[in-house]
């Protein structure tokens, strides 16, 4: 019996330590986006601003030349936000867009950089659509698939349209545990699904959704 | 006795499937795996540990904020660091399953369990230090290039893995063909002679024949597998004989030999620093407590210890479990348990070539600063 209860021990850690093959986060991004709209009204692209946790902005600050000591002036960091735009590229910049259930492109950053707001580090940037769609549905999805990054909606108004027909109306999916008032509003985008033909793990992403009807 | 050698059986089985789980879900990451802020898909105790840790680790800058005002706050500070080695260590890349691999393949003591993962757990903290220390204190490095020194490391460190894995699945593997042999001259001792080299039954009456005389008269203890140097059988009737520890014998543990055998292991798994010691230093640097940082640190160390030491506990009475059934049974079971030590072997490798080619997670910093 013993041996057995051991055995069980054994195989529950080995379970644990070799199944899931996970680290946790060690970035935490808190971030708003702006959906850009052309005159048309058409999609062209999302604006990102990423607020980076206290922790990890003393370490991507680590090195960087400053002339005053706790201020970093926009120039300083610009060739910090260049690797960071550069670097991202690998990672499809942690965003995912569809319209109407197509998957969209994006094309490399422009206007990036990177503000410092002591204790933070946020980084600007904008992302251009490949092409400008329109779409009844628009979707758009900041999260990494890998974990280390931890992104979340900012507390105040996360999502917003820039030049967006005046029909069009923005709502976001939190991942996290949902609130009285968030739960409701999930409850109603799941009576009303926008997208059929997106996966199970999608619903753990932070959506951003737009409906123009 | 074949109870529990099913169930033994069945907890290979288990790890194998495991490991191979761990293996698909590494590879269908990029898209497969669901965010981690949720806690649906990390179900029960797996999540609850992925949830605190996160928990742990951001409330470490809190804390170092805080010792700045006040000094007490330091002991909330290295009991919370002490917490997150703990917690952390359970989540993977930081060997605790290289360890236990390594230690079940050689049927080392318990003592010298705990002391290599407190060795490893020890030098992964002060690699972590040195780098700091170095780069960011020294040298005033960008964390690019820290990020970059701690990639070269991790490649070093994953090469060894690679490279100790690979020793011992050779001798491993070639001690479970031995059993093989061996098995095989037990059940048709009348019948049959193995061969001197492969693994083929030859006929009796071959011009073989000798060989039969030979081991026969050199390996009649029930139990007593080949040696790799030759064979031979030791009087205190052990199950294993590969030149590694006969048993919690002081003398030979603390013999010059005796640690030196794990070092290799150790200091593999232990190059490779933790991102997050690494963050939690540089903030602390930034604050001027470069030195609560460092304390921080060493205490982390200290509770990833407990967490490898007690895995590695584990890992190793399972083992001790196969090796008295195997003792018990000569034969069948002397091969299993040598089929678990091969497989123990490759399991190192596999760890090591999945990490080397980043298959599996470690943490990675490198998408912001390059």
């Known amino acids: 019996m013993i041996k057995r209860t051991c055995c069980c021990c054994a195989i529950l850690l080995l379970l644990l330590s070799v199944n899931r093959a996970e680290a946790h986060p060690h970035v935490w991004v808190t971030f708003h986006s702006e959906v850009l709209y052309a005159a048309d009204g058409s999609v062209t692209g999302v604006r990102h601003a990423w607020t980076f946790d206290d922790m990890f902005s003393a370490y991507a600050l680590q090195g960087i030349s400053h002339a005053k000591k706790g201020q970093y002036t926009r120039e300083e960091l610009a060739p910090l936000a260049q690797t960071n735009v550069d670097s991202l590229k690998e990672y499809d910049y942690f965003t995912y867009a569809r319209a109407d259930g197509k998957k969209l492109k994006f094309t490399e950053p422009v206007d990036y950089w990177l503000e410092y707001k002591n204790p933070s580090l946020i980084l600007h940037f904008t992302l251009p659509l490949k092409a400008p769609a329109a779409a009844k549905a628009m979707q758009i999805e900041v999260y990494d698939p890998s974990i280390f990054v931890d992104f979340a909606f900012a507390k105040d108004k996360p999502v917003s349209l820039s030049g967006a027909p005046p029909q069009c109306l923005a709502t976001y999916d939190l991942p996290h545990q949902p609130t009285a008032a968030e739960q409701a509003r999930l409850s109603q985008l799941d009576a009303t699904p926008l997208d059929p033909s997106s996966t199970y793990g999608e619903i753990f992403a932070n959506k951003i959704l737009v409906k123009c009807p | ?370």
């Not at chain 2, 917690?87 to 890349?93: M, T």
């Not at chain 2, 700091?132 to 991790?154: M, Q, W």
């Not at chain 2, 030791?234 to 794990?262: C, F, N, V, Y």
């Not at chain 2, 080619?357 to 470690?362: F, I, Q, V």
């Open chain 2, 1 to 370: 006795m074949t109870r529990s050698r099913a169930v033994f059986l069945t907890a290979l089985a288990a790890i194998v499937i495991a490991s191979a789980g761990g293996v698909a879900s590494a590879w269908s990451a990029p898209f497969g795996e669901p965010h981690p802020a949720t806690n649906l898909s990390a179900s029960g105790l797996s999540g609850w540990i992925f949830a605190e840790q996160a928990a742990f680790y951001r409330s470490l800058s809190g804390f170092i904020r805080a010792s700045k005002e006040d000094g007490a706050a330091m002991w909330g500070l290295f009991g919370i660091s002490f917490l997150y080695g703990v917690f952390h260590a359970v989540g993977p890349g930081h060997g605790k399953a290289v360890i236990s691999s390594y230690l079940v393949a050689n049927e080392e003591t318990w003592r010298r369990g705990v002391v290599m993962s407190f060795a490893s757990a020890g030098i992964q903290s002060l690699v972590a230090i040195v780098v700091v220390a170095i780069a960011a204190v020294l040298l005033g490095a960008t964390a690019k290039t820290i990020g970059l020194t701690v990639h070269l490391v991790e490649i070093v460190s994953y090469g060894l893995v690679i490279l100790i894995g690979l020793r011992l699945f050779y001798v491993k593997g070639r001690g479970f063909l031995l059993a093989c042999r061996e098995l095989a001259w037990i059940s048709a001792p009348a019948l049959a002679v193995t061969s001197g080299r492969g693994s083929k039954i030859l006929p009796l009456l071959t011009p073989r024949l000798g060989a039969m005389t030979v081991r026969g008269g050199q390996c009649l203890v029930n139990g007593c597998a080949g040696h790799e140097h030759g064979f031979h059988c030791h009087d205190d009737h052990h199950e294993s004989a590969w030149g590694h520890a006969h048993g919690p014998d002081p003398a030979e543990l603390a013999g010059a030999g005796g640690w030196r055998r794990g070092l290799s292991a150790v200091v593999a798994v232990g190059l490779r620093p933790c991102s997050g010691a690494i963050i939690v230093l540089i903030f602390a640097l930034t604050q001027d407590l470069f030195w609560t940082g460092v304390g921080a640190t060493l205490i982390m160390g200290l509770g990833t210890a407990v967490t490898v030491a007690a895995i590695a506990t584990l890992a190793m009475s399972a083992r001790q479990i196969a090796s008295r059934v195997a003792e018990a049974r000569a034969g069948f079971g002397m091969l299993t348990l040598r089929a678990i030590e091969v497989g123990a072997a490759a399991l190192i490798v596999t760890f090591g070539t999945l990490l080397l080619a980043g298959y599996m997670a470690s943490e990675q910093l490198w998408m912001f600063t390059g």
